[in-house]
């Protein structure tokens, strides 16, 4: 950041990397482009920050490779006017991209120490359209509802049911479905005014697990 030339071209071969993998909405890649990925990992990996690569963060959890943040995002499908509800805040990443583009961002972070963090660096980089909940994400945030889309960042067995309740008529959820240490994949469920659910299956992807209940505090 800061005009640095080396930093501009890593920035640059970012958003080309980003194209070449095929994202191509201009509001995602703007919103990529916009959030500093260096100031949500810790200081001495912000070397790294814009490599293609998913990243340590605090309580053994990770941020992911930026471009599945991209294309989850992208597969949302999210306009101006959404309300997203997020589970899994980690590092407050890619709540930060979706702010770019929603009106609002609700998100979820079963660690009380990773909600606090991801608050205040939010609030230092001035992203104030976005609500942090230290819960659990099984839960979803009923008395938030309903929402026009759901994404999850940590991979589930199956789609937690409150989460589909949730979410509004001709809404969206996007998350990582599949065991531990198995397979996974991106899937996304659209939901119909007549509340009928359609289920596409997308990328392989591999997260951390969803973990049920709110974390014992580290
Ligand atoms: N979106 C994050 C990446 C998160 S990694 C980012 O941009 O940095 C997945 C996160 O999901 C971890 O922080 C983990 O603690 C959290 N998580 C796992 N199970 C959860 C649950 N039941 N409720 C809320 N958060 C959960």
């Given at each position: 950041m800061g005009g640095h030339p080396t930093a501009d071209i890593e920035r640059m071969e970012f958003q080309l990397g980003l194209r070449r993998r095929g994202i191509s909405d201009q509001a995602v890649l703007r919103a990529m482009d916009e959030v500093p990925r260096e100031y949500f990992v810790a200081a001495e990996l912000a070397d790294s920050a814009y490599a293609d690569q998913a990243l340590p963060i605090a309580c053994g959890q990770t941020i992911s490779q930026p471009y599945v943040v991209a294309y989850m995002t992208e597969q949302l499908e999210v306009v101006a006017q959404h309300r997203?509800?997020?589970?899994?805040?980690?590092?407050?990443?890619?709540?930060?991209v979706l702010s770019r583009i929603v009106r609002e961002v609700v998100s979820v972070e079963r660690y009380r120490t990773l909600a606090n963090l991801a608050r205040e660096r939010l609030k230092t980089l001035g992203y104030s359209n976005v609500d942090i909940v230290a819960g659990d994400g099984f839960a979803?945030?009923?008395?938030?509802?309903?929402?026009?889309r759901i994404i999850v960042t940590a991979a589930a067995e199956r789609v937690p049911d409150a989460l589909v309740?949730?979410?509004g008529e001709g809404g969206k959820l996007v998350l990582p479905l599949g065991p531990r240490d198995g397979p996974q994949y991106i899937v996304k469920l659209s939901k119909a005014a007549t509340g009928e659910l359609t289920r596409e299956k997308l990328i392989a992807v591999r997260f951390v697990p969803l973990l049920p209940g709110k974390a014992r505090e580290l």
């Open positions: 997203v509800l997020e589970i899994g805040t980690g590092s407050g990443y890619q709540a930060a979803g945030a009923p008395e938030r509802a309903p929402f026009d309740e949730q979410l």
